[in-house]
């Protein structure tokens, strides 16, 4: 028992008091007594009892008007009735006006102990079955309060996600929308590349019908007049000579970079160690030229003609824009992410500005004479449309004097857009 039961015991008898204190104090219960019907209500005002044992014949009042008072304080108070004048009639009023139970006098020490037990017990499980139901009354209004919180939330997420699946449907009809314009515009593009480099192809061999005739033409004049020409005659024809010869080079260069662009991709595995070293060697390098490369190379599965085009174009490059007696170059390479290798050509040559970085890579772009080197201005547009090609992407890293670093980053395994 966590906290005693007490008991208010009303009676004008004082050995009634005594016993009967006595008898509860031995079964763990907290008493106190009243001798008038006034005393009970003045302590009943400063506390609650569990049981008022309460007898009907008070010096100041009838026992059955003291109850009314008693369960206007306490209504979970429990009320005894005592007396020693029973009868049904008073019996079934002291029950109408909220009594517990009836017992008589003289009392049976044995039948007050059992009534009262008995009574706090169904006080007991009264007070139990009554905080039970608040609690489940208060968890149904909290289940009540979280449903409507959860029902307005979710009614607000509903409508939420309309509104968003409204924009959503609009954004997707201008995405497709806008999809099936640039599919039409590739398109469009697709056929006005594919005209232009059947037309670059179509030029570039019928300009060199006419520059062969030049050249045998200067050729006949030369064997013709050879007896009579003079010094400047034979300067002429000489500069007629590199001028077909320079435009054949550039012929020869439009119709590789109009090829390089409608060339079909033929995929196989290549080893890049055992393939720079075999396309080095058909370069027929002068002595000055040294290629350093490591011995660890990765294979690849990509086009062969394309990646010969490619270090073909950046090896030539570094040696012709370098001045140095002795020409030192280095290829290698490094892992650039899960699906892809980033290859380079470093040299120890002249040099590019930061603000030609770009510049370079364009068709006929040249950042030097003629005179001072030799070429049409295609060779690096011929890489980068290749390096595109393969799926792939071109930078150089170049200072003035420092020597210049071209980067290819090429996929593992091409895959086709």
């Known amino acids: 028992m966590n906290r005693k039961e007490s008991i208010l015991i009303v009676d004008d008898d004082e050995s009634s008091h005594r016993s009967l204190t006595l008898i509860f104090g031995r079964k763990g219960y907290e008493t106190e007594t009243a001798g ?42 429990i009320v005894i009735m005592v007396t020693a004048y029973a009868s049904t009639k008073t019996a079934i009023r002291a029950m109408n006006e909220g009594a517990s139970a009836y017992i008589t006098k003289p009392l049976d020490m044995d039948e007050v102990l059992a009534t009262v037990k008995q009574a706090l017990e169904n006080q007991r499980l009264a007070e139990e079955k009554r905080q039970a139901q608040d609690a489940l009354q208060e968890a149904h209004d909290e289940l009540e309060r979280r449903v ?3 029902t307005a939330r979710l009614a607000a997420t509903t409508e939420q996600l309309k509104l968003e699946l409204a924009e959503r449907k609009q954004a997707e009809e201008a995405l497709s929308l806008a999809h099936t314009e640039l599919k039409k ?15 670059n192809h179509v030029v570039a061999h019928v300009l060199k019908a006419p520059l ?38 550039l012929v020869d260069d439009l119709l590789e970079f109009s090829r390089v662009g409608r060339l079909s991709i033929s995929t196989q595995t290549i080893d890049l160690g055992a393939f720079l070293q075999e396309l080095i060697a058909s370069l027929a390098l002068s002595p000055d030229v040294e290629i350093e490369m490591g011995t660890e190379w990765p294979t690849i599965d990509s086009d062969s003609k394309l990646l010969r085009q490619i270090f073909q174009e950046l090896i030539r490059n570094s040696i012709k824009f370098n001045h140095s007696s002795h020409k030192r170059l280095e290829i290698g390479w490094l892992p650039a992410g899960e699906e892809r290798y980033e290859f380079f050509v470093r040299d120890e040559g002249i040099g590019i500005e930061s603000r030609y970085h770009e510049q370079i890579f364009g068709v006929f772009q040249r950042l030097h004479s003629r005179e001072a080197y030799e070429g049409t201005g295609l060779g690096l547009a011929i890489v980068k449309k290749a390096v595109g090609k393969m799926n792939g992407s071109l930078r150089v890293e170049s200072r003035v004097g420092e020597g210049s670093t071209f980067f290819v980053t090429l996929p593992k395994t091409y895959k086709e857009r």
């Open 36 to 77: 008038t019907g006034r005393e009970a209500i003045e302590k009943a005002q400063r506390r609650f009892f569990n049981l008022a044992l309460l007898d009907i014949k008070l010096p100041d009042m009838e026992g059955l008007e003291l109850l009314v008072p008693l369960k206007h304080l306490h209504p979970d108070m």
């Open 148 to 150: 409507e919180e959860r």
């Open 185 to 199: 515009k590739a398109a469009d593009l697709e056929l006005a590349y594919e005209e232009l480099s059947e037309y």
């Open 212 to 249: 062969r005739a030049i050249r045998n033409y200067a050729d006949f004049l030369r064997e013709d007049f050879r007896v009579v020409l003079n010094g400047d005659q034979k300067a002429c024809l000489e500069g007629l000579d590199r001028a077909v010869a320079q435009g054949v080079e």
